[in-house]
C-alpha cells in the first residue's frame, strides 16, 4: 500500500491531475509523522547529551576538590587589633559588597549631617 500512495503522489505531480481526498490526507498524516518522529528523536539525543555533561561536572568537580587538611595545631589567640582612632568598631556585613556597604554609611552620615565616625553601624544586611 505504501508503494501505491507514493507512485499515486507521483503521477499525480508528474500528470497535472487533481489528487484524490483520501491520498492527500494520507500523505498529509506520513508527512507529520516523519515530523514528529524527527523532533521526538532530536528531543532525546538533546536529554542525552544533557546527562552526559552533567555526569562530567560532576566527576570533575569531585576530582578537583581537594581532601580536607588535618586540622592546624591550636595556635596562641589572637591579639584584638587596636581601631583605628575615631572608629566606632566592627560592622557585620551580611549578602552585601563591602563597597556598596560604604556607599549606605556615607549616605546615611551625609543625610544625618554627621560626621562618619561619631557613627556607628553594627551590621549591613541586603534585604531581598
Do not use: W
Request: with cysteine; proline share 7%.
Amino acid at each position: 500500500m505504501n508503494e501505491e500512495v507514493v507512485t499515486t503522489a507521483v503521477r499525480t505531480a508528474v500528470s497535472g491531475t487533481k489528487m484524490a481526498f483520501g491520498d492527500a490526507m494520507v500523505d498529509a498524516v506520513l508527512g507529520y509523522l516523519v515530523v514528529f518522529i524527527g523532533l521526538t528523536l532530536l528531543m532525546c539525543v538533546v536529554i542525552i547529551a544533557g546527562k552526559i555533561m552533567v555526569s562530567k561536572a560532576k566527576e570533575k568537580k569531585a576530582v578537583s576538590a581537594p581532601a580536607p587538611a588535618a586540622p592546624a595545631p591550636a595556635a596562641a589567640p589572637a591579639v584584638p587589633k587596636e581601631k583605628a582612632p575615631g572608629s566606632a568598631g566592627e560592622v557585620k556585613i551580611y549578602d552585601t559588597d563591602p563597597r556598596d556597604a560604604a556607599m549606605i554609611m556615607a549616605i546615611v552620615a551625609d543625610k544625618l549631617q554627621k560626621p562618619l565616625n561619631e557613627l556607628r553601624f553594627v551590621s549591613i544586611k541586603e534585604v531581598k
